[in-house]
């Protein structure tokens, strides 16, 4: 098992000889996980752990991920070990510092983009022949904006390509769902209805998967291309999500397709937000556990191969002219 969630309120967290030992309430027996044998735990509740347990979970290289049930606009990731290589962040920096270097990687993540939200509407389509027209669409549209990335000259420019890809895109997706669900479009903080709360959840899981990859890999999180820096925001996580997003959107809406989640599983702490429940948690981390594996093993080749991209301080010495042997002693 590489995924451990925690959603029972009042579990107490320790650690032990290389294991994780969770106190639920009202148990006699405390459940005990080898540590070696995690990769993420999600905690989505109020739990008491020590900096103990935060320690194991980092040398472990073990990734939490606390959520907060009641709100989907607070999240916190620890991303596990990271890479020691500092010469590769510098690289990175070197990198997103030039504005042409920038501008050419935000187009290559942003075809990787539509190239994926193009697939995912042709399988949908093959399945739904009711809607063939309105995919077909679709589909011409994304790939109108894909053949159109060339042109752009600008962050701006690309920005809006997404945008007018994205609202095709979303419009494509609510014909896919049921009615019954009342999907807007994409809509979030707060998430309104029960699709949009699923993905965006996805999304935040999604989210430290792609932490956890490129902190691996020794590139900084913060740091993105086609995303802008933010104070506080891990650009290039989210720039590597949305390589992900369309096969996430395929999975979520086979979750309510087949019924797995139902309208049941959603409540409404507030008007206008809208969250699972206690009981639609349980079945939707269940169900995570196995597309998680694949995204997991993508996110790493992913972070694994813009890596390699970089090369090393010796690279970013030459190319600004400085001696790259150390100067020998005088005689």
């Known amino acids: 098992m590489e995924n451990l969630y ?36 999600v905690l989505s509740t ?44 510098m690289r990175q920096y070197s ?13 290559q993540i942003l075809h990787g983009k539509l190239i994926s939200e193009y697939r995912a509407l042709a399988r949908h389509r093959r399945r739904r022949a009711d809607l063939r027209r309105p ?6 549209r994304i790939r109108e904006r894909r053949d159109s990335l060339p042109t752009a000259t600008t962050l701006n420019a690309l920005r809006g390509i997404e945008g007018a890809a994205a609202a095709a895109y979303y419009h494509a997706l ?27 959840l996805t999304y935040t899981l999604l989210h430290g998967e792609a932490v956890r990859a490129l902190l691996g890999c020794g590139l900084d999180p913060a740091l993105g291309c086609l995303h802008d820096l933010d104070y506080g925001r891990e650009s290039l ?30 409540h409404h702490p507030e008007p206008g937000r809208c969250l699972l429940n206690k009981d639609g948690r349980a079945i939707y981390y269940n169900e995570y556990q196995a597309p998680s594996h694949d995204w997991r093993k993508r996110s790493r080749r992913l972070a694994q191969q813009w890596a390699a991209q970089l090369g090393s301080i010796e690279d970013i010495l030459r190319a600004e002219g400085e001696d790259v042997e150390p100067p020998k002693p005088d005689d």
């Open 135 to 140: 995919l077909t669409q679709a589909m011409e």
């Open 46 to 89: 109020a739990a008491q752990l020590s900096t103990t347990v935060l320690l194991a979970l980092h040398r472990a290289d073990v990734t939490l991920v606390v959520t907060n049930p009641r709100r989907d606009d607070t999240t916190l990731v620890c991303g596990g070990a990271s890479h020691g290589n500092t010469a590769r962040r």
């Open 237 to 266: 996580a989210c720039d590597l999500v949305e390589l992900l997003r369309a096969d996430a959107d395929t999975w979520v809406l086979r979750l309510l397709r087949d019924n797995t989640l139902r309208p049941t599983h959603f």
């Open 6 to 41: 925690i959603d029972r309120k009042g579990t107490r967290i320790d650690t032990e000889a290389g294991r994780l030992i969770l106190h639920l309430p009202d148990t006699p027996r405390p459940v005990s996980l080898p540590l070696r044998q995690l990769r993420f735990v």
């Open 174 to 200: 609510a014909r896919l769902i049921a009615p019954s669900w009342q999907f807007p479009g994409r809509r979030r903080r707060p998430t309104p209805d029960p699709v949009n709360a699923l993905l965006s």
């Open 95 to 107: 990198w997103v510092a030039d504005d042409d270097r920038r501008l050419e990687s935000a187009r």
